[in-house]
């Protein structure tokens, strides 16, 4: 009985002695100098223990052709046509001035505008000073969006009124085939 006390009263010594507020890396031996080239002690600023290398991502290349849209214009009628989805910029613009040039009885078309991966719509004023003459306003901006950019564009312009939605809003997005 008497060993039995004993021990409690040893286990009892421990835990009255323990300090609940040490820091086991804070001790003598963790601030040897000597225990940086063995990585125990973390206060090192070069110790052998280093960081757990970054997670790797992965990437995967999806190829997706680019889709192209343009906007051709008669700037002195204010008559425009406009493509969508072509594979090439060049696709686009030819495409465009061959539109605006049969619908407008071969005038001169020009293009005022392109687009790839997006949107856009174009809207028309007429100049204050020189009613007989528009001016356009051509936005490529996210789906949704373009119609009412090129509006609020239009109507912030001081040497512009009657602004209207000449082109509406058109997309060319790239899909996965």
């Not at 020009?110 to 356009?136: D, F, H, L, Q, Y």
Request: glycine content about 8%; proline content about 6%; aromatic content about 6%.
């Amino acid at each position: 009985m008497k060993k039995l006390f004993l021990i409690a009263l040893g286990l009892i010594s421990f835990d009255v002695n323990a300090d609940p507020t040490y820091d086991a890396t804070r001790g003598a031996l963790q601030n040897n100098s000597a225990l940086c080239s063995y990585g125990y002690n973390p206060n090192c600023s070069s110790g052998s223990r280093s960081a757990p290398p970054p997670k790797k991502i992965i990437y995967h290349d999806v190829k997706v052709p680019s889709k192209f849209g343009a906007v051709a214009m008669n700037m002195q009628t204010g008559y425009g046509a406009g493509v969508l989805n072509k594979n090439s910029l060049s696709e686009a613009k030819k495409e465009a001035l061959e539109q605006c040039k049969q619908g407008n009885k071969n005038a001169p078309c020009k293009v005022v505008s392109w687009v790839r991966n997006g949107c856009i719509a174009s809207a028309k004023g007429k100049e204050i000073n020189n009613p007989g003459k528009w001016k356009s306003f051509y936005v490529g901006k996210e789906k949704g969006l373009a119609e009412a950019e090129a509006l609020a564009q239009c109507r912030a312009d001081p040497k512009v009124t009657n602004c209207e939605i000449s082109l509406p809003e058109g997309c060319s997005l790239p899909q996965l085939q």
